[in-house]
């Protein structure tokens, strides 16, 4: 197979797609979706089948437990993508709606409209249930995708993509609407995310290596974030109760999140206390604490935390832990170490709080509350695609008007400029 040629012609077809999404109407994108939602359920067995070779192709080819788990696709997981496809139809959709209508003191009205980016490429890992998640995101939207899963999902993801094009068909809409890369060849990646003319916009979803090699080498804007390095401060004047409730759900929730509490900050004022609630609560759950020198002075059983563990992803049952000699020193840490994704604080102190929500520089800043509620779906957003800590267009759960922009919009009655 020539890739470039192959990329190209799905470009073309996507954005020649792209129009006719654009314009389509929501119940016509809805009952496409419901559509699809009838076609998985119809096709439990030949999904089932398809994955059981991805498995069967992963175990031989010395796939870790992990990656195997979240490649399988089974009932529950089939019953999944079908609520969830339910879920997006019950979205508001966000395309044609105008906002900030003013009259000018010209006599024109100037206004602002959502409208679709226009072709979004997807680019994950393993998990063929994002196959479904991505595409109905992008056609509520009023987008054309191109999504390109991982080689470890290919039979899945070609079988899920058919009951897409089933979905679509029915609709009346094209099948270029939503299309998945055939191709194994990791080519193909490249030439995605180098198409300004076709690809207006990339979403890579998956590991570290993954994103940052998207990122350098992309020609088409990317959203996305590398780490989610989250930290909790615990402030002196916070209601105890709730900054060891917080920093114990915050950590051991779970662990392989990229809303996971990473770092836990402690006024010095109440380290002592707090510390004496948490760390045998953090051992029961098999947690390894590592501290600053502070830190270990009061609970010796605390590792030595290294300046690397600051900024660290952990992904894992590992939490670093330092004290701190107030608001300022935290929000310094946070805004050196952290990255940009969800930070907390802990207290009681309305004016501490309203600091901290305009000097900590995140997608998400979180008053006495979890980080773990930084998700689309906790923030109502029905759904997401991912998580952006980038500054420009879509930052923090990235939902439906997270994949539209806004044109300005005039309305005038034959009125010119003078």
């Known amino acids: 197979m020539n890739v470039e040629a192959y990329m190209n012609k799905l470009g073309q ?27 998985l359920d119809n096709s439990r067995d030949a999904l089932i089948a398809a994955n059981e070779k991805d498995l069967e192709n992963g175990r031989q ?16 997981t089939i019953d999944g993508m079908i609520e969830g496809l339910r879920q997006v139809v019950a979205l508001p959709d966000p395309v044609g709606s105008i906002t900030d209508m003013n009259y000018r003191p010209s006599g024109i009205q100037v206004g602002k ?4 980016l226009g072709v979004i490429g997807i680019i994950y890992e ?10 109905s995101l992008c056609l509520k939207s009023g987008n054309a995708t191109i999504l390109r899963g991982g080689s470890e999902a290919i039979h899945s993801n ?32 490249g030439q995605l995310i180098t198409m300004p003319e076709f690809v207006d916009v990339i979403v890579p979803r998956g590991g570290k290596g993954l994103i940052e090699r998207i990122s350098r080498d992309a020609k088409v804007p990317v959203i996305k974030h590398l780490d989610g390095i989250c930290h909790v401060y615990i402030d002196d004047q916070a209601d105890r109760a709730k900054a ?18 990473e770092t836990l900050l402690i006024h010095v004022g109440v380290a002592k206390e707090v510390l004496g609630d948490l760390v045998d609560r953090y051992f029961a759950a098999g947690v390894e604490l590592r501290g600053c020198e502070q830190t270990r002075a009061l609970v010796p059983r605390v590792n030595e935390a290294t300046e690397s563990d600051w900024s660290t992803e952990y992904l894992a ?20 170490y952290g990255s940009h994704h969800t930070d907390a604080i802990v207290t009681e102190n309305y004016t501490l709080s309203r600091r901290f929500l305009r000097e900590v520089d995140s997608s998400s800043v979180v008053i006495n509350a979890s980080t773990r509620f930084a998700d689309g779906f906790e923030y109502g957003l ?3 695609i991912g998580i952006s800590t980038d500054k420009i267009h879509a930052r923090g759960p990235v939902g439906l008007e997270g994949l539209t922009s806004q044109k300005y919009v005039v309305l005038g009655d034959g009125h010119i400029r003078q």
């Open 61 to 76: 080819n010395g796939l870790d437990a992990a990656m195997l788990d979240r490649l399988g696709l089974g009932h529950a």
């Open 244 to 261: 060891v409730n917080i920093a114990i759900n915050a950590k051991t929730h779970r662990y392989g999140t990229c809303n996971t509490m």
């Open 158 to 189: 070609q079988a899920v993509a058919e009951c897409i094009r089933v979905g679509l068909k029915e609709a009346g809409l094209p099948a270029e609407a939503v299309q998945v890369v055939e191709t194994t060849d990791r080519e193909a990646v």
């Open 113 to 116: 409209m959502r409208v679709p």
């Open 317 to 336: 049952p590992v939490l670093s832990i330092k004290i701190v000699a107030d608001i300022d020193e935290a929000m310094k840490h946070i805004n050196l």
């Open 382 to 384: 029905g759904a997401e």
């Open 13 to 39: 077809s996507a954005r020649e797609a792209s129009r006719l999404v654009a314009k389509s109407e929501s119940g016509v994108k809805n009952k496409a979706l419901l559509a699809m939602a009838t076609a």
């Open 126 to 135: 393993s998990r063929p249930n994002v196959t479904v998640e991505a595409a």
